[in-house]
């Protein structure tokens, strides 16, 4: 399972959702919430989409290493 996988993972237990109440709040069935989460592929929409499904944010950020500005 990879990073993206398993901070949804995470997000999950935090917010007492399972995986089939995902499901069902973006339209969408288990089958295919199971299938992107072993496959860990995931666009930035579907991870807004999926944090406001769980009621919280994602932000997501670049970072340079040598400055520590984020983009």
Do not use: H, V
Request: glycine share 8%; charged share 25%.
């Amino acid at each position: 399972m990879g990073t993206m996988a398993k901070k949804i993972n995470m997000l999950l237990i935090e917010t007492d959702i399972t995986k089939q109440e995902l499901a069902k709040r973006l339209g969408t069935t288990p089958s295919n919430i199971s299938g992107k989460l072993k496959r860990d592929n995931f666009s930035e929409t579907e991870l807004q989409e999926i944090a406001k499904a769980c009621g919280a944010t994602f932000e997501g950020n670049f970072i340079i290493t040598s400055t520590g500005k984020q983009i």
